[in-house]
Every structure is written in structure tokens, then in C-alpha cells.
């Protein structure tokens, strides 16, 4: 079983960056599928990136795509999520997720597939 904290969210002007940290324990991420998801102020929950297990495999909405990145870095067992161009769009509570997925080049795309889950950091972006 693995724990999920995810970090790095404040208040950023429209046009800047934030890079949110989702830190595991219990388990190496490397042995995870990760995702990241967010859910605005009266909305349900959205899919914003995914990566493979192998991390060769990544999987973006298209309302972050060529903004946002995901990657990974195992000797500190930390999922990032680098996020440019904010947009007031982008306000939300993003969370981290974790799969141990069949094959290491599956990722997930559906909140209704991850086991875990972290508990959110607040992103806003002012206009």
C-alpha cells in the first residue's frame, strides 16, 4: 500500500507556473501507473495527465496538453506535475493517484481505475 501527499499549490497570477509534488511512502513509486486529477468549485472531478508505470507512456487532457507535464523521480519517490501558462481555468484542488497497473505501458485515464489516492492541494489563478 502506498501514501500519497501532494504539494506545491497556492495563488499564482494568470500566465505563471506552479509545480505541484504528490511525495509516496509505503511503496516505490516506480511500481505505480500515476495520474493526476482535479475538481474546480462545484464540478466533478476531471482527468488533467497519466503517465506508465515506465514512465514512457504519458497521457494528457487536451485543455493541459503542451502546458502541463508530468514526470517522475524515483530516488525521491515524487510524481511532479509542471504547470505553465496558468490559465484561471486551472483553480482547483489537484490530486494525485496511484495504480499498480496490469502491464507497465497501461495508464489510466478514469479516477474510477486508481486504488489511491492523495487528499489535494488547492491551485488558484487570479486573472
Known amino acids: 500500500q502506498v501514501q500519497l501527499v501532494e504539494s506545491g499549490g497556492g495563488l499564482v497570477q494568470a500566465g505563471g507556473s506552479l509545480k505541484l509534488s504528490c511525495a509516496a511512502s509505503g511503496r516505490t513509486v516506480s511500481s505505480y501507473a500515476m495520474g493526476w486529477f482535479r475538481q474546480a468549485p462545484g464540478k466533478e472531478r476531471e482527468f488533467v495527465a497519466a503517465f506508465s508505470k515506465s514512465s514512457l507512456t504519458t497521457y494528457y487532457a487536451d485543455s493541459v496538453k503542451g502546458r502541463f507535464a508530468i514526470s517522475r523521480d524515483n530516488a525521491k519517490n515524487t510524481v511532479y506535475l509542471q504547470m505553465n501558462s496558468l490559465k484561471p481555468e486551472d483553480t482547483a484542488v489537484y490530486y494525485c493517484?496511484?495504480?499498480?497497473?496490469?502491464?507497465?505501458?497501461?495508464?489510466?485515464?478514469?479516477?474510477?481505475?486508481?486504488?489511491?489516492w492523495g487528499r489535494g492541494t488547492q491551485v488558484t489563478v487570479s486573472s
Open positions: 493517484a496511484a495504480k499498480i497497473p496490469l502491464y507497465s505501458e497501461n495508464f489510466y485515464y478514469r479516477e474510477q481505475s486508481y486504488d489511491y
